[in-house]
């Protein structure tokens, strides 16, 4: 890391923060205890919690209408709850308006001054809290070094593409080296091409600079790549709170292992639990699931597409599996290069399987082609399966 950069993350200034944490805690997070906020009749938030650690990066998922902007609001101060705390560093804050918070916020619309240079905008916030001018030039060439655009000082922002003027955007929010960085949908506003660097660069930074941050996002991808930890919102209520890594392979209800993923469910009946291995009567056979806590009954068996193998030698299976094998009927061939998706039926059961474009034999509608179903990568939830 350059001198500069370093520079950019130790600011000399008293950042707004500096109040927030004058209830003596070093660990800055933010916490929402029980909050409740309501538009009207309209209940958004019901009895909401939240605690993201110091460092952390948190993405907010969730369908439209879920609450995950006024909870991001709410943090910012924007939304006063109608019950329930908001504590930064441990402080409450639920009575301090927006400026006092020390939180910077990025919006899915840049919300850069046209008529400014890119350095007037980053000394903006700075010019607010009366640092001085040599400071101030110095700062801004570190913040631009910090997001890779060190030449575009003097330069309008209406001169630079959408994911250049987002990362100044960024760099902005950063100026005052905030506790928490907000961002609200940052990356809905790019191309395709242009959200998978920007997200990347955004992570950069945040994981460089060691700031807490909390992002609204409606793109699962985006949320998964950058995050590290998922909450999903349903009406109002956290439905479940991970890793991706524990949302995608252990999601808590048939809601969440949709929401997360493509999915299929199969039904099937637990008849025996041994040594934490769940064995599972189901159309495909019987399943060995492991599962240490399910009991015997009805339950969906989650089947994701990469866990459905198209197999051409069964011979070659892997041997640290549970696998069955069974013949399908192909509806639906889907080619993408480096992968294939393939919708295939066996007997009522539609299956689709994802595998490598490079590593099996292309199939085409109509074909009949075996599938294999690793039974210790599958996810049990309750159902209503055979009984």
């Avoid at 960085?181 to 395709?192: F, G, Y």
């Avoid at 009406?235 to 890793?243: L, N, P, R």
Wanted: glycine residues 10%.
């Amino acid at each position: 890391m350059t001198e500069s950069a370093r520079r950019a993350m130790s600011p000399e200034i008293d950042p707004p923060s500096a109040d927030v944490d004058a209830g003596g805690g070093t660990t800055a997070s933010v916490e929402l205890d029980r909050v409740t906020v309501s538009y009207g009749r309209t209940t958004v938030l019901r009895d909401l919690s939240l605690a993201v650690p110091h460092g952390q990066f948190i993405a907010l998922l969730g369908p439209s209408g879920s609450g995950k902007t006024t909870v991001l609001r709410t943090i910012a101060g924007f939304i006063r709850p109608d019950a329930g705390d908001v504590r930064l560093a441990g402080v409450d804050v639920t009575e301090r308006p927006p400026h006092k918070r020390g939180i910077g916020v990025v919006f899915q619309s840049y919300a850069l001054f046209p008529h400014m240079s890119v350095n007037d905008n980053l000394a903006y916030p700075l010019r607010a809290k009366g640092a001085d001018k040599k400071l101030i030039a110095r700062r801004c060439a570190d913040l631009l070094e910090l997001v890779r655009l060190p030449h575009v000082g003097k330069v309008r922002p209406t001169r630079l593409s959408g994911g250049q003027q987002q990362r100044i955007a960024l760099a902005r929010a950063l100026a005052m080296e905030p506790e928490l960085l907000l961002l609200d949908e940052p990356l809905s506003n790019l191309d395709a091409n242009l959200r998978v660097d920007v997200g990347s660069e955004i992570r950069r930074l945040q994981q460089q600079t060691g700031t807490t941050a909390v992002m609204v996002t409606h793109d699962r991808k985006e949320a998964f790549a950058m995050a590290d930890q998922i909450a999903v919102l349903v009406g109002g209520v956290i439905e479940q709170i991970g890793s991706p890594t524990d949302l995608y392979r252990r999601p808590v209800s048939r809601f969440m292992a949709e929401f997360v993923g493509d999915a299929t469910f199969v039904p099937g009946t637990v008849r025996a639990v041994e040594d934490g291995v769940a064995r599972v009567a189901t159309p495909l056979g019987e399943l060995l699931v492991p599962d240490p806590v399910v009991e015997a009954g009805a339950v969906d068996v989650v089947l994701r597409p990469e866990d459905i193998a198209l197999v051409e030698d069964p011979a070659r299976l892997s041997s640290s599996g549970a696998w069955t094998v069974h013949e399908a009927h192909v509806d639906q061939v889907s080619y993408f290069g480096s992968s294939i998706a393939v919708r295939a039926s066996v007997g009522d059961l539609e299956l689709s399987a994802v595998a490598s474009g490079s590593t099996v034999a292309l199939p085409a509608a109509g074909d009949s082609v075996r599938i294999g179903i690793d039974g210790s990568r599958c996810v049990l939830l309750p159902g209503e399966g055979p009984r």
